[in-house]
């Protein structure tokens, strides 16, 4: 049997970044062979990915990132089974190197397919998958892009956000950081009333008609009183609609042109888990 030292083991783990009993046993297997071991720790993590491809992976840490020159954003999340994993460290740099890696694609499948230190990223989500012992995968990819973009995460890496603005101004950094902000908190269904899809507006006014029927309103007002109902929902539920949280006597669209008279919200992304 091939004598393993400490110098070995340490290496695959740092290469891996499973355990080092792990490490060590798939050595001995592998005759002291590095590249062999790599390879059994992989096969490992697909038998391991196999057993779990069914179970919830609803935790994870969300991340946005935005490039040079902001005119492009993106949010992936690195998805796992529980809070703890979540918050670990490195699961969290994980998160943060496919982030940056993500600004450079345009679809969750190229990012699986990219190079991520010798293997593609995919590759590197069944080894994780082996090490920790959870479902790993990425959940949502969302990319935006504008003549500027700003970005937002929350406490926890639960919740990020991106918002794009029509124009690269002065201030423009912090108003999007607070349209995100907005974002995040208020989870609006759209930018404005043209983006709200006809079904939830065909829901909207058949809720209010049943509410406006139940109140004992006669027939021929409900279309016009429920129309006024549909108004209070874009004004509650649409982005650049919604009073503005850090004043909200305004509205964001409104807040927004306090920064410069010709600046608007153009569009945003919103990421949530757990």
Known sequence: MAKITAAEVNKLRKATGAGMMDCKKALVEAEGDFDAAIELLRKKGQKVAAKRADRDS?????????????T???????????????????????????????LNYSSKEELLKADYKGITVEEKLTEQTGVIGEKIEIGAFKTLEAPFVGSYIHAGNKIAVLTGLSKNVEGAEEAAKNVSMQAAAMNPVALNEEGVDQATIDKEIEIAKDTLREEGKPENMLDKIAQGKLQRFFKDNTLVHQAYIKDNKQSVAEYVKSVDSDLEVVGFERVALG
């Open 72 to 102: 492009k954003g993106v949010i992936i999340s690195l998805n796992c089974e529980t809070d703890f994993v979540a918050k670990n460290d490195d699961f969290i740099k994980l998160a943060n190197d496919f982030a940056d890696m993500a």
């Open 58 to 70: 609803s935790e994870g840490a969300a991340i946005a990132q935005v490039n040079g020159d902001n």
